[in-house]
């Protein structure tokens, strides 16, 4: 029997990417995930994506959540929280352990676990240590799931300042003085540690950056200008982690590049100059987030230091192994030289910041932005590449 004049099925429109926004987390930088994860869910593609957001509270339950960008914003000063959109004080969200399953299953006590789907991508919107540090990177890839950003190795290497520091100096990255203080040394003999920092300031003189060695957003960072305040910097950094790190002041203009991946590699955006703040001694969270400092984009620089910075932002990106997407931050010396202070695997991501700032002027606007890391994501596979 003929099926040519039969009615034809509908075919039906192939499913789009799902993209889990996962943000929050259990560091210090919780709040700032959260604003910078409503700031990607008010940008991406419905359109093109479907799109699950999911908080990671500051005890590490993994919750669903609102997908209200509105609400996460910073109000009065306030940080809002994953606790404040989570639809439940007691459900959580679990991620598949096979990497031939990618749906991803909701429970609560006392109710039958509910299928939310497959997902095909996570957009990991999370900052600082256990999420921005290879963890969550680690447990994706167990799970098979593609993800924004770099692998296990390169994300471990831009949350510690110190190895971070190690690799460029291996790879011929000028990197300014720096000292590393470990807990054991404390434990062992604090008088001989806090010692270790006192000669490193005879060598380099005052004043200097005691920071945590495995935080960002400018946390638990304090210029010390001289012996006295030394003792309280030491127990601020340690409260964000228990090894630090103390880094000589640098005279010259604080410059940063922006790195993300297009289809036929990394490329650089203009820079950026953060200038002196008045308000503030440094470039810390409150003048970064509070009170919206603005840095100038591109920077003024001449043509010959826009091209060298731009190259060494890449290269610092290809030294770390880096994928997805980078922030590299530098000194300009007063003698003309580049130095480069860190990298950030995951930088700030709200419309106002500068990693978006810079390729907003470079020609790649917000949406795109967006719309690039996740297409790099799912180019790739998980595992070894």
């Not at 994860?37 to 093109?48: M, P």
């Not at 339950?61 to 007691?90: G, K, N």
């Not at 060598?203 to 304090?222: E, M, Q, Y």
């Not at 920077?299 to 192994?321: G, I, K, M, N, Y």
Request: glycine share 8%; hydrophobic share 40%; aromatic share 8%.
């Amino acid at each position: 029997m003929s099926t040519e004049n039969l009615p034809q099925s509908p075919e039906q429109p192939p499913r789009k990417p799902r993209v889990a926004v996962v943000f929050g987390g259990r560091s210090s930088e919780h709040g700032i995930s959260v604003v910078t994860a409503g700031a990607v869910l008010s940008a991406i593609d419905r359109t093109k994506y479907d799109v699950l957001p999911i908080g990671i509270t500051q005890d590490g339950r993994w919750a669903l959540t609102a997908d209200a960008p509105e609400r996460m914003a910073i109000i009065d000063r306030q940080q809002p929280s994953v606790e404040q959109l989570a639809e439940s004080s007691e459900g959580g969200v679990v991620l598949p352990v096979d990497p031939a399953n990618r749906e991803v299953v909701y429970s609560e006590p006392g109710s039958v676990p509910k299928a939310l789907g497959e997902v095909d991508v996570v957009f990991p919107m999370l900052h600082g240590p256990y999420g921005e540090d290879g963890t969550l990177q680690g447990l994706l890839e167990l799970s098979g799931v593609p993800y924004v950003g770099s692998g296990v190795l390169a994300s471990a290497v831009g949350q510690d300042k110190e190895y971070m520091k190690r690799v460029f100096t291996s790879f011929g990255l000028k990197v300014g003085p720096y000292v590393v203080i470990r807990p054991r040394e404390w434990e062992l003999d604090p008088s001989a540690a806090r010692k270790k920092i006192i000669d490193f300031a005879g060598d380099h003189g005052w004043p200097l950056f005691v920071k945590p060695a495995r935080a960002g957003s400018s946390f638990g960072i304090t210029k010390v200008d001289e012996l006295s305040g030394l003792d309280e910097a030491i127990e601020e950094a340690q409260r964000h982690d228990p090894k630090i790190i103390v880094e000589a002041a640098l005279r010259g203009r604080e410059i940063e590049c922006g790195v993300l991946e297009f289809e036929d590699g990394p490329r650089a955006s203009v820079p950026a100059e953060i200038p002196p703040v008045q308000s503030h001694s440094f470039y810390d969270f409150e003048a970064k987030y509070i009170d919206s400092a603005s840095g100038i984009v591109p920077a003024p620089l001449t043509e010959e230091q826009t091209a060298e910075v731009r190259r060494l932002a890449v290269e610092a990106f290809d030294a770390a192994s880096c994928e997805g997407l980078v922030r590299a931050d530098f000194f300009l010396t007063e003698d003309g030289e580049f130095v480069i202070n860190e990298i950030n695997t995951m930088p700030g991501f709200t419309p106002i910041s500068m990693y978006p700032r810079m390729w907003q002027e470079t020609g790649v606007s917000y949406p795109e932005l967006v719309d690039r890391l996740v297409q790099a994501a799912l180019r790739r596979s998980t595992g070894l590449r």
